[in-house]
């Protein structure tokens, strides 16, 4: 299996929750716990958004980002998403680790210590040069849009 070795820095509002770890030997993210106050669960409206903390910084090395994700039985059960989906965390970037959860359901959401909030994907990351040019090639698609490549030839949007 290949993998990529990543600094962890744990914040004090963070002790005693698990560290982010795979629930499966072939799981694609790392789980993010919610750091909240024990005394104060943060509670997410309908509608209503909110960020929640990690208690965690990391350092990636160069050529890798990572990918905040939400969690399908979050979504699922309760309508709770990452607002930002994905969140890129740069390569560069050392401050805590945060989480924009918005709540798309009917009721309200109590996100509490210890929760399993969102998923890390640590993934390869590569930078573009940009070459301006007066035109671009072509090619059968060409500027059609939105649903254009699942069209027959000769039929009609």
Known sequence: MNGVEIQLQRLPHSDGLP??????SLAAGLDLIAAVASDVPVVIA???????PTGIAIALPPGFEGQVRPRSGLALK???TV???PGTIDADYRGEIQIILVNLGRNPYTVERGARVAQLVIAATMQASIDVVVTLNETT???????STGIIPGERN
């Open 19 to 24: 560290l982010p770890h795979y629930q499966s």
């Open 46 to 52: 309908p509608g209503e958004r909110a960020l929640i």
């Open 78 to 80: 309760h309508g709770v």
């Open 83 to 85: 607002l930002n989906s």
């Open 141 to 147: 698609r060409g500027v059609r849009g939105f649903g």
